[in-house]
C-alpha cells in the first residue's frame, strides 16, 4: 500500500462480516480496502464447524441471539436471512448437509465458504490487504484517517469488522471495542461465550475417571435449558449442551444437569429391585447411562449400598435426584482461550440497527462479532456476521 490513498470504504476485518460488507459495498460501486493483520482471510470460517464451518442455521431466528436489547438483530436478520445465505451457497454449487437442529454445514471443507468470499470480493472489486496491521484511526471533516504499517488511507465510511476476543492465539484483539470507545460508543461488558465449564478441585477429582465420557444431557440455567451432548474433560464439563449454557451462566452462579432427561429414573430402579434386588444401583442405572458414569453416581450417591434391596424408595429418590437434578456451581470457564464467541461488546443502543452506522458518528459502522450481538451455537454467530454485513454493505 502506498502513502496515502484514498477509498469510499475501508473495513477493517477480513473475517465473515467484512468480507459479506466488502462484497455488497463493492456491488454498489463503491471503492472498498478490506484490511486484516492476519496473512490470511477468514481464519475463524476455516477452522469452524471441525473444518466444514455450520455456514448458518436454518431456523436462524433473534431468539437465539444474546444481547442487551434483544431486538436489535431482527432488522437485520430480516433485511438478510439464512435463506438468503443458503441460496449464495447453492449458487456457487457448495453441496452441504444439515447435521442436527437446522445446523448447515459443507460436506466438503470450509475453505469452499472462504472462497466463495474472497472470489466475491474480487468480482465486486474490492481490495485486500493482509498482514496489515492498524495503528491510529481519527476522524476528519469527510471521513476518516487510518494510520496502518503500510501507510496512510483516508475514507469516508469506516467499517469495523475486526471480531471479539475469542481464541487470541488466531489474531483476536479488542481493537473494535478501543475505536467504539475513542468514538463514545458505550461498551457492554465482554467476556468468553460458547466455552467448556470448569470445576473445582475437589469436584474435579471426583470426576476424574469420567474424562472423555458423553451423554445427551439437559442444562439448565434459570429458565434457559438447552437439550444436547455434554462431555466430561479433564479440566471439567464440554459438549453442546454446556457450551450453549456457558453463555448464560455467570461467576457464581448454579447450573443443573439432567443427565438422563428422558428417563423416569425413579420408576425405573424401583421396577429393576422388584425385579433383581440383588443387583447394584450401578448395574441398574447403566440400563440409563454410560457404564462409567452409572458407576460413579451410583458409588457417590449410595456408597454403602451393595444391593438395590437395601434401598428404601427415598434412596431411590436420592438416585434419581443425581442423575436428573444434579446441580453444580462451575469453578469458572476456560476463557477466551477456547471459547467461541465474545458476549458483549459494542452497545447496540449507539447503532442503527437498519444500517449498523454508529447514531453519533455519521460513516462509521460496527458488524459481526464486535456488536453486542451473540448467537447459540449452532450456524447462528455466522448468520450474524452475514446480516449484519450484508446491512451495512447497503449503506457504507
Ligand atoms: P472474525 O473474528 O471472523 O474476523 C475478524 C477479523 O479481524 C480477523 O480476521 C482478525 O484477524 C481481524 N482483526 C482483528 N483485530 C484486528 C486489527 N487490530 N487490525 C486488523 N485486523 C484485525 N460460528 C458459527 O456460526 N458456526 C461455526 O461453525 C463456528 N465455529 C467456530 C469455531 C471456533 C473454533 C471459533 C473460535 C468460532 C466459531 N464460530 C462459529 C464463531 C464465528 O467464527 C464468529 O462468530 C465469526 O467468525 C465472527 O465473524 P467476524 O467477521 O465478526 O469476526
Given at each position: 500500500m502506498n502513502a496515502t490513498r484514498q477509498a469510499d470504504v475501508v473495513i477493517v476485518g477480513a473475517g465473515a462480516a467484512g468480507m459479506m460488507c466488502a462484497i455488497e459495498a463493492g456491488r454498489r460501486g463503491r471503492s472498498v480496502i478490506v484490511l486484516d493483520h492476519a496473512r490470511a482471510p477468514g481464519e475463524k470460517i476455516r477452522i469452524s464447524g471441525g473444518g466444514r464451518c455450520n455456514f448458518t442455521n436454518r431456523d436462524a431466528a433473534p431468539r437465539h441471539y444474546l444481547s442487551a436489547n434483544p431486538s436489535f438483530c431482527i432488522s437485520a436478520l430480516r433485511q438478510y436471512s439464512a435463506q438468503d445465505f443458503i441460496r449464495l451457497v447453492e449458487v456457487r454449487g457448495i453441496a452441504y448437509h444439515e447435521k442436527t437442529l437446522g445446523q448447515l454445514f459443507c460436506d466438503s471443507s470450509s475453505r469452499q465458504i472462504v472462497e466463495l468470499l474472497t472470489d466475491g470480493l474480487a468480482a465486486a472489486g474490492a481490495e485486500l490487504s493482509l498482514s496489515t496491521g492498524m495503528r491510529e484511526v481519527a476522524k476528519t471533516p469527510d471521513g476518516f484517517r487510518l494510520e496502518t504499517d503500510r501507510g496512510t488511507l483516508a475514507c469516508r465510511s469506516l467499517v469495523i469488522a475486526s471480531g471479539g476476543r475469542s481464541i487470541p492465539k488466531m489474531g483476536a484483539t479488542g481493537f473494535g471495542y478501543d475505536v467504539a470507545t475513542r468514538f463514545g460508543l458505550g461498551i457492554v461488558p465482554?467476556?468468553?461465550?460458547?466455552?467448556?465449564?470448569?470445576?473445582?478441585?475437589?469436584?474435579?477429582?471426583?470426576?476424574?475417571?469420567?474424562?472423555?465420557?458423553?451423554?445427551?444431557?439437559?442444562?439448565?440455567?434459570?429458565?434457559?435449558?438447552?437439550?444436547?451432548?455434554?462431555?466430561?474433560?479433564?479440566?471439567?464439563?464440554?459438549?453442546?449442551?454446556?457450551?450453549?449454557?456457558?453463555?448464560?451462566?455467570?461467576?457464581?452462579?448454579?447450573?443443573?444437569?439432567?443427565?438422563?432427561?428422558?428417563?423416569?429414573?425413579?420408576?425405573?430402579?424401583r421396577e429393576a429391585r422388584g425385579r433383581n434386588g440383588k443387583q447394584s444401583p450401578a448395574t441398574a442405572l447403566g440400563a440409563l447411562l454410560p457404564k462409567r458414569l452409572a458407576q460413579a453416581i451410583g458409588e457417590a450417591a449410595e456408597?454403602?449400598?451393595?444391593?438395590?434391596?437395601?434401598?428404601?424408595?427415598?434412596?431411590?429418590?436420592?438416585?434419581?435426584?443425581?442423575?436428573?437434578?444434579?446441580?453444580?456451581?462451575?469453578?469458572?470457564?476456560?476463557?477466551?482461550?477456547?471459547?467461541?464467541?465474545?458476549?458483549?461488546?459494542?452497545?447496540?443502543?449507539?447503532?442503527?440497527?437498519?444500517?449498523?452506522?454508529?447514531?453519533?458518528?455519521?460513516?462509521l459502522y460496527f458488524i459481526g462479532e464486535v456488536v453486542d450481538v451473540t448467537g447459540w451455537l449452532g450456524g447462528y454467530n455466522f448468520q450474524w456476521a452475514w446480516s449484519s454485513g450484508w446491512v451495512a454493505g447497503q449503506h457504507a
Open positions: 465482554t467476556r468468553p461465550g460458547l466455552v467448556p465449564l470448569t470445576l473445582d478441585p475437589p469436584t474435579l477429582e471426583r470426576l476424574a475417571p469420567l474424562a472423555g465420557v458423553g451423554v445427551e444431557a439437559r442444562v439448565r440455567h434459570g429458565r434457559t435449558a438447552f437439550e444436547e451432548g455434554l462431555l466430561f474433560t479433564h479440566r471439567g464439563l464440554s459438549g453442546p449442551s454446556i457450551l450453549q449454557i456457558s453463555s448464560y451462566w455467570r461467576e457464581g452462579e448454579e447450573i443443573e444437569i439432567a443427565l438422563a432427561p428422558h428417563a423416569d429414573v425413579f420408576a425405573h430402579l456408597p454403602a449400598a451393595a444391593r438395590l434391596a437395601d434401598l428404601s424408595d427415598k434412596a431411590l429418590r436420592r438416585l434419581e435426584q443425581a442423575v436428573n437434578g444434579w446441580r453444580l456451581k462451575p469453578a469458572g470457564s476456560e476463557g477466551y482461550r477456547t471459547a467461541e464467541v465474545t458476549l458483549g461488546g459494542v452497545d447496540t443502543a449507539d447503532l442503527d440497527s437498519r444500517t449498523m452506522q454508529a447514531r453519533n458518528v455519521p460513516g
